[in-house]
């Protein structure tokens, strides 16, 4: 029957790949089930051959233990299509127990998710061969218990219990299926071929597609990345190498794509820190020690050093000391000096201002992220001699740049810095330096803020004038609701020549202004375009023009109180909307809820009725299925703790059980920073032309939940986030098993 099904296109995954030691199952029945004998089965899979063919099928094969065909079946990988089978192959007579070695084939499949796993791997593998490309087609489904009917839940509470007991039950806790040898549970823990996984090399295949597919198929590679992450240990140096590969045979393309790995792994690592995820500190060390060893060592090129620095400076991550080390000891080898004390600045300095036109930089914000790229790994007392050397520069753009590393991303070097320009002649200030000093001041914390004060005296007594700012900008304002990693996103869009420009902002809860950075846009379609796709990521809308400030205002007050400054580029942006007057302000949300009371009761208090609270209420029920709401979840290690012993425990869960878990557990002690949250969101949505939900319903929420008399399970909004907040852990479950 092999050579037929040949010729039909199909051939057994041994055949394709000789060497390989999966493609086939050893199945032992102990006893007879329904009319198919007792005995060992071999189940032989057959994959499509077909130049160009992405069939997503898989024909499966049983032989009985003296070779005899006794099933033949059609197998489809995209298992949660209802319509797509397994079924018999009706082009062959099939044996009397065919049909239920079917069923023996889908409990086992069912009980063994990492079998349908393999098959996908291996369907990926031999279009790669077959084809001569990497797998382009859409990303396969999750692991998911295979029906043959629809099965009618009594509700979502009872389906979301049942794909938890699939999920985390141990198999004695399913003996009500029917089911194959319990000894089978362990044959495919390790069924594949580790040539098979996707290792850094053949994942950079993906990546490099990136820039022809959609931000779907970037997540699915994502994904990849975080299995490729915690899977091998070998990933960070395999992918070390590869950056030095690339740039030394000049495959910009291919480099692009492997810094885009390196990016997405970061903040893979940086989001698992956040949410204290097993063995990411360890990881992240891994990682950064990888690039020490590799990328920062003696005798590679500066200028990859550079490139990567780059994405670890966007990535937000903290740099270790290791990294700090390696690169201080390349500087050091490679310009033969004993001690950074001895290494001369000025010379680096001045090649790099030389080269100012060539490198197309025409601002001082465009110099320090040079800069940066250069020296952010260093050691902090020479980027803070750098500073004293620039300020002292003949050219204007190098004083302002000296300037502008005040909001350099380590602490160390911004004290430094600060304190030499509280020190420095004011001579050296130029206008634009002054008024920058003077715009952001209120954005640090203090001492930070003493010696800019000084630094500020030291321009005034020198008689330095301050350069103007713009005045009367025209802007259009979108930003999102806080999301569930309380980060929010906002873009003030305004016109620049012939195109425009959108002053993109990041505030995030302890962080305060996370990322600041200008978008240039040649024309009006591909603004457009842009706007649409945050609207649809993210949930973003239209906003009234005064919203930015006041939320500005309260991210940089969060962020001084965290010892967090913005980037140098939030100065850039408060420059051309013609802001001098962001001033860290604290975020009360008892003083906001008041307020928003007062204004309803001014307004004959007609949205603080029983009824309109209640109706607010029930409403809130649905929210997380809007998109400004949809990544409400609670998301972290203590998550998985509760949930793992509630599932995990014998006997019969009641629907309610680990709702009411996560509610007590992780919900309540978390209730302060859900009522900031929502309060928040109020003044989003009453800053909304056209708000997703009445701001007045969000403040009716907000204050139920600020009233720690009201049991958390009597509101509706909060069951609908430990709902959500179970199933994204059911998620990180599937895809901490998804290894393709």
């Not at 069912?110 to 859409?138: F, H, L, S, T």
């Not at 000096?337 to 600045?345: H, I, K």
């Not at 980027?383 to 753009?397: G, R």
């Not at 006041?550 to 100065?571: E, S, T």
């Amino acid at each position: 029957m092999a050579d037929g099904l040949m010729e039909q296109g199909v051939a057994p995954y041994r055949a394709v790949f000789p060497q390989a030691k999966t493609g086939l199952v050893e199945l032992e029945l102990p006893k007879k089930a329904g009319k198919a004998r007792a005995g060992v089965y071999q189940v032989v899979e057959n994959y499509c051959v077909v130049q160009d063919c992405d069939c997503r099928q898989v024909l499966i094969q049983v032989f009985s233990d003296k070779g005899r065909s006794t099933a033949l079946i059609d197998f489809s990988l995209d298992i949660d299509n209802p319509f797509t089978g397994p079924v018999l192959n009706e082009s062959v007579k099939q044996s009397a127990g065919a049909e239920d070695l079917l069923m023996v084939f889908v409990d086992v499949l069912n009980d063994n998710p990492d079998w349908y796993k393999g098959m996908c791997r291996r369907y990926r593998a031999v279009r790669k061969k077959i084809d001569r490309v990497a797998y382009q087609g859409e990303p396969f489904p999750k692991p998911q218990p295979i029906r043959f009917f629809e099965d009618d839940p009594s509700c979502e509470i009872n389906e979301l219990l049942a794909d938890a007991e699939d999920l985390l039950f141990s198999g004695e806790k399913r003996q009500a299926r029917p089911r194959s040898d319990p000894r089978q549970q362990d044959l495919f823990a390790e069924d594949f071929d580790e040539s098979e996984l996707p290792f850094i090399v053949e994942l950079h295949d993906e990546y490099r597609l990136q820039g022809r597919t959609s931000d779907t198929e970037h997540q699915y590679r994502q994904q990849l990345m975080r299995s490729c992450l915690y899977s091998e240990k070998s990933a960070a140096e395999e992918l070390a190498g590869l950056l030095i590969e690339l740039f030394i045979i000049e495959d910009e393309k291919g480099l692009d794509a492997a810094l885009q790995m390196l990016a997405d792994a970061l903040d893979i690592l940086r989001t698992d820190l956040e949410r204290q995820r097993p063995d990411a500190v360890e990881q992240m060390e891994r990682w950064q020690l990888a690039l020490a060893e590799h990328v920062f060592a003696g005798g590679v090129d500066f200028e990859l050093g550079a490139e990567v620095t780059r994405v670890l400076l966007d990535s937000r991550v903290e740099i270790l000391p290791q990294l700090h080390e390696a690169n201080s000891r390349r500087m050091r080898d490679g310009l033969e000096f004993d001690n950074m004390a001895d290494f001369p600045p000025e010379q680096a300095l001045a090649d790099l201002l030389a080269n100012l036109d060539e490198m197309e930089i025409n601002s001082a914000f465009e110099l320090v992220d040079s800069l940066l790229q250069m020296l952010a790994v260093g050691a902090a007392e020479a980027q803070i001699a750098l500073c004293s050397i620039l300020f002292f520069a003949d050219q204007p753009i190098a004083r302002d740049a000296a300037v502008l590393l005040l909001f350099h991303p380590h602490a160390e070097v911004r004290a430094g810095v600060a304190e030499f320009l509280a020190q420095a002649d004011g001579q050296a200030f130029t206008p634009e330096s002054l008024r920058r000093l003077i715009v952001s001041r209120n954005w640090f914390p203090d001492p930070l803020r003493k010696n800019i004060d000084r630094a500020i005296a030291n321009a005034r007594r020198a008689r330095i004038e301050c350069a103007s700012l713009s005045q009367d900008i025209k802007t259009r304002v979108y930003a999102s609701a806080i999301d569930g990693a309380d980060a929010q996103l906002i873009q003030i869009v305004l016109p620049q020549g012939k195109g425009f420009v959108s002053c993109s902002m990041m505030l995030k809860r302890g962080f305060g202004v996370a990322d600041a950075f200008l978008l240039p846009f040649a024309n009006k379609r591909t603004l457009n375009q842009f706007l649409k796709r945050i609207q649809q990521e993210t949930g973003a809308v239209e906003m009234q023009a005064d919203y930015p400030e006041r939320r500005l205002c309260q991210a940089l007050a969060d962020g001084a109180a965290a010892g967090k400054v913005p980037n140098h580029w939030l100065v850039a942006i408060a420059e051309r909307l013609g802001c001098d007057q962001w001033k860290a302000v604290p975020f009360d949300p008892q003083q906001e809820l008041s307020g928003f009371r007062e204004e309803l009761t001014a307004r004959g208090g007609k949205h603080l009725t029983a009824a309109v609270r209640r109706k607010a209420l029930n409403s809130s029920a649905h929210w997380t299925e809007q998109p400004f709401a949809e990544s409400w979840f609670e998301d972290n290690v203590e998550i998985d703790r509760n949930l793992e012993a509630v599932f995990g425990k014998e006997g019969r869960i009641e629907p309610m059980e680990p709702i009411n878990i996560l509610l007590d557990n992780i919900l309540e002690p978390r209730r302060d920073l859900w009522v900031e949250k929502l309060v928040l969101t109020t003044g989003w949505l009453k800053k909304a032309p056209k708000p997703p939900v009445p701001w007045e319903q969000m403040f009716h929420l907000a204050e139920a939940v600020a009233d720690k008399s009201l049991a958390l399970k009597k509101i509706p909004l909060m069951i609908a986030i430990a709902e959500h907040s179970i199933g994204a852990f059911m998620g990180r479950k599937i895809e901490a098993e998804d290894i393709f």
